[in-house]
T-cell receptor
Framework: AQRVTQPEKLLSVFKGAPVELKCNYS??????LFWYVQYSRQRLQLLLR??SRESIKGFTADLNKGETSFHLKKPFAQEEDSAMYYC???????????FGKGTRLSVIA | GAVVSQHPSRVICKSGTSVKIECRSL??????MFWYRQFPKQSLMLMAT?????????EQGVEKDKFLINHASLTLSTLTVTSAHPEDSSFYIC???????????FGAGTRLSVL
C-alpha cells in the first residue's frame, strides 16, 4: 500500500534558522516523490519533485531509498516560507498523488 | 502556464439539491484529472480519477452515484454532488495532469456548504 507520513503537524523556527520538514513513504517499487506548498489563502503549488533534483526558493529534497525518506530542507528560513507543506507520492504508471497529512511551517521573526 | 481553473469557489445549497463543480485546464490538455476532498485541518483525500472519454475511477468508499464525474473534453471535468446533505459539506479540490507529464496542477478549490 502507498503511504506518506509527515510526523510533524507544526514546525516553528526562527528566521534564519535551518529547516527540515520530514517525509517518509511506503511503496513497493520506485515511486516519484513531490513536495507541494500551500500559502495562506492560495492553492496548492508544486515546490519540488525528486527527479528534477533542483533547488526552488532555497529548498532542496533528496530521495533516500534506503530510509524511504524525502525530507525537505532549507538552510536559512525566511518569514515568507510560512505555509503548509505536503509531501506526496505517485506510484508506477503515473498513479494519482497520495498526500501526507501536511506540516505547517511557521517562521518567527 | 499550467493553470487550472475551478468554479465556483464557494457554493451554499439546500439539502437535497445537486451542485456541479467545474474544473478546467486553461492552457494545456489533460486526459486525466483528479478530484480530492479536504476536511478541516486534514490532508487531501483522493475521491476519483477522471479520464477523458471514459468512466471515472472511484476510490474505495466513494459513492459513484452520489459524486458524478464527467470528463467530456480534454480541458474540462465536472463533479456533481447529487442530493447533497450536510455531511457532504467540505472543500473539494480538482487537479489536472498535462499530457504526458506526471505533475498535477491544482485548482483553487470549492467550498461546499449544505444547509
Amino acid at each position: 500500500a502507498q503511504r506518506v507520513t509527515q510526523p510533524e503537524k507544526l514546525l516553528s523556527v526562527f528566521k534564519g534558522a535551518p529547516v527540515e520538514l520530514k517525509c517518509n513513504y511506503s511503496y513497493s517499487g520506485s515511486p516519484e516523490l513531490f513536495w507541494y506548498v500551500q500559502y495562506s489563502r492560495q492553492r496548492l503549488q508544486l515546490l519540488l519533485r525528486h527527479i528534477s533534483r533542483e533547488s526552488i526558493k532555497g529548498f532542496t529534497a533528496d530521495l533516500n531509498k534506503g530510509e524511504t525518506s524525502f525530507h525537505l530542507k532549507k538552510p536559512f528560513a525566511q518569514e515568507e516560507d510560512s505555509a503548509m507543506y505536503y509531501c506526496a507520492l505517485s506510484g508506477r504508471g503515473n498513479t494519482p498523488l497520495v498526500f501526507g497529512k501536511g506540516t505547517r511551517l511557521s517562521v518567527i521573526a | 502556464g499550467a493553470v487550472v481553473s475551478q468554479h465556483p469557489s464557494r457554493v451554499i445549497c439546500k439539502s437535497g439539491t445537486s451542485v456541479k463543480i467545474e474544473c478546467r485546464s486553461l492552457d494545456f490538455q489533460a486526459t486525466t484529472m483528479f478530484w480530492y476532498r479536504q476536511f478541516p485541518k486534514q490532508s487531501l483525500m483522493l475521491m476519483a480519477t477522471s479520464n477523458e472519454g471514459s468512466k471515472a475511477t472511484y476510490e474505495q468508499g466513494v459513492e459513484k452515484d452520489k459524486f458524478l464525474i464527467n470528463h467530456a473534453s480534454l480541458t474540462l471535468s465536472t463533479l456533481t454532488v447529487t442530493s447533497a446533505h450536510p455531511e457532504d459539506s467540505s472543500f473539494y479540490i480538482c487537479s489536472a495532469r498535462p499530457d504526458p507529464e506526471n505533475i498535477q496542477y491544482f485548482g483553487a478549490g470549492t467550498r461546499l456548504s449544505v444547509l
